[in-house]
Structure formats: C-alpha cells, structure tokens
C-alpha cells in the first residue's frame, strides 16, 4: 500500500514560482510512473505531467511545457514538480498520483494511488 503526500504549495504571485514536492511510503516507487495532475474549482481533474519509472522519460500539459519541470530522487522517495512564470490559470489543487507501470499515461483515472493534494494559488 502506497502512502503519497504532497507539500510546497501556496499563494504566489503571478510570474513566480513554487515547487511541489511528493513523498512517498510504503513501498519502493522505483518501478513505476509518477503524474502530477490538478484541479481549478468546477472543471475536472487534468493531468500536468508524468515522469517514468527510470526519470528518463516525462511528459507535459501543452500549458505548462517549458514552465515546468518533474523530476524523481528515489532515495529520497521524492517527486518534485518545479513550476515557474506561474499565471492565474494553474490555480488549482494539485496532486500526485502513482501509475503501477514503467511508462506513464494521460489517462487520469488510470493511476492506482493518489495522494491528498496540495492547493496553490497564483493571484496578485
């Protein structure tokens, strides 16, 4: 059983940055994907962005692509979601979530473990 929880967000000014960070327990995360997803007040959950298994892989949300950054430490048990130039439309609840497979998918509701979410708020 996987125990996922998010931490680093918060209210930032437009144009700034924050980074999320994922731990997680009770079991070795080495063979599976990671996602970071989020979810703005009445729109549904999207996925951000994915890193594989091996961190030789990632992906990303159009929006966010040279904005962000994923990256994994398995020694730490870590995830981290870099997010730069922050704009008022990443506001929203951000989660990670573990996919138990290498690669990673877009499909939302695919991943098998989910984590609290952490809310980050981009406002001046």
């Known amino acids: 059983q996987f125990q996922l929880v998010e931490s680093g967000g918060g209210l930032v000014q437009p144009g700034g940055s924050l980074r999320l960070s994922c731990i997680w327990s009770g079991h070795t995360l080495e063979d599976y994907a990671i996602g970071w997803f989020r979810q703005a007040p009445g729109k549904e959950r999207e996925a951000v962005s994915c890193i594989t298994s091996s961190g030789e892989s990632s992906n990303y949300e159009d929006s966010v692509k040279d904005r962000f950054t994923i990256s994994r430490d398995s020694a730490k048990n870590t995830v981290y979601l870099q997010m730069n130039s922050l704009k008022p439309e990443d506001t929203a609840v951000y989660y990670c979530?573990?996919?138990?497979?290498?690669?990673?998918?877009?499909?939302?509701?695919?991943?098998?473990?989910w984590g609290q979410g952490t809310q980050v708020t981009v406002s001046s």
């Open positions: 979530a573990v996919l138990l497979a290498y690669s990673c998918s877009n499909y939302v509701w695919g991943y098998d473990y």
